[in-house]
Nanobody, 126 residues
Framework: VQLQASGGGLVQVGGSLRLSCAASGSTFSRGGMAWFRQAPGKEREFVAASRYGDTTTRYAEFVKGRFTFSRDNAKNTAYLQMNSLKPEDTVQYYC????????????????????WGQGTLVTVSS
């Protein structure tokens, strides 16, 4: 099973980027997919997630209104549209997949996800 994240890069403050996470070798359509991020020396933190059967996506407070998570189950791909980027969004972003549907209370936990992508770096310049 592989998760391939892409789409990171350099963008100016207020700009936009769209990250993609393509899954191969397994499907997460009945489980869940998520985005996390990690700054050097800090814990990996939850950004957004969607799980099978839910009509709403969960977001971290610091990205609400700016980031949008979407999934294309036919392509086994998840996306993270990031708008109004800030310098503090400059970190490595990781996608994650859960084969089994996470329980709601654990959706934001790293341990709910079986597979991780390699990360893609977003740099926001001021």
């Amino acid at each position: 099973v592989q998760l391939q994240a892409s789409g990171g890069g350099l963008v100016q403050v207020g700009g936009s980027l769209r990250l993609s996470c393509a899954a191969s070798g397994s499907t997460f359509s009945r489980g869940g997919m998520a985005w996390f991020r990690q700054a050097p020396g800090k814990e990996r933190e939850f950004v957004a997630a969607s799980r099978y059967g839910d009509t709403t996506t969960r977001y971290a407070e610091f990205v609400k209104g700016r980031f949008t998570f979407s999934r294309d189950n036919a392509k086994n791909t998840a996306y993270l549209q990031m708008n109004s980027l800030k310098p503090e969004d400059t970190v490595q972003y990781y996608c994650a997949g859960a084969v089994n549907r996470p329980i709601l209370s654990a959706l934001r936990e790293r341990t709910s996800y079986n597979y991780w992508g390699q990360g893609t770096l977003v740099t926001v310049s001021s």
